[in-house]
């Protein structure tokens, strides 16, 4: 990451839950450059103090907070040290999220339940925690890291696909019920990207697909991702960007 200038954030605070790789380490270096300070959330303390350091190396400002968001505690704890340490919360970027794929006759239902769990129900309550910080200075923006595969699941997709629908519609609900306290929502869905996600699919068959759709496909990058998301939070009050699909070009 290039060294940090004046930016478009600067003096604001920004939050990203799942920070320890892939696109919340992108979108936190992202939002950094452009000169927020940004806590870091996610279960993997040394990867967040990486990317900490990474972060400060480059001129920025940036706080490792161990969270893991299916606890209530420690969304509380989370947002509790990020005001304190730097007086408020203006972003709040809920990326953590898993992906255990398989078809609905074999899948496993405690995968079930752990996607909705992280994706689903810890981004509510992460919402939640934030919003009166979000309301202070009635600018406040939540963005949600969705899915392209709410919109069209394939095979063994059911399940994650379903908690990537309830973000989407989460969203939109949320957006009206704070339009009026100046609070923005966005929410982003990406295609196929180059993170850990297919790592954690433990069918056999689901994860072979998975992996062969990629190889067929130049994959999103995680700062492809990040790009949008920086997008949406730089610009004018005036300008709420609802939705932000973004696939790769050959995705078909």
Do not use: C
């Amino acid at each position: 990451m290039n060294h940090i200038t004046a930016g478009e954030l600067d003096g604001k605070t920004a939050l990203v839950t799942g920070a320890s790789s892939g696109i919340g380490a992108a979108t936190a270096e992202a939002l950094a450059a452009e000169g927020a300070s940004v806590s870091l959330a996610a279960r993997r303390t040394n990867r967040l103090d990486e990317l900490a350091g990474r972060i400060e190396a480059s001129g920025g400002e940036a706080l490792a907070i161990t969270t893991d968001v299916t606890e209530e505690s420690d969304i509380e704890t989370m947002i509790e040290t990020t005001t304190d340490a730097f007086g408020g919360l203006d972003v709040l970027v809920n990326n953590a999220g898993i992906m255990l794929l398989a078809p609905v006759d074999r899948a496993d239902a405690d995968d079930w339940r752990r996607m909705v769990s992280i994706n689903l129900t810890g981004l509510m309550n992460a919402t939640r925690a934030a919003l009166p910080a979000l309301r202070e200075d009635e600018a406040g923006h939540v963005v949600n890291i969705s899915s392209d595969a709410r919109r069209g699941p394939g095979t063994g997709f059911g399940a994650y696909a379903a908690t990537k629908a309830g973000v989407s519609t989460f969203a939109e609900s949320l957006r009206e019920e704070v339009a009026d306290d100046g609070v923005r929502v966005t929410t982003v869905e990406p295609g196929a990207t180059d993170t850990e996600l297919p790592d954690h699919i433990t069918d056999a068959a689901a994860k072979d697909e998975v992996e062969a759709a990629i190889e067929s496909m130049h994959t999103l990058e995680p700062a492809d991702v990040a790009a949008a998301v920086r997008y949406a939070v730089t610009q004018p009050p005036r300008v709420n960007v609802d939705e932000l699909l973004v696939r790769p070009t050959d995705a078909g």
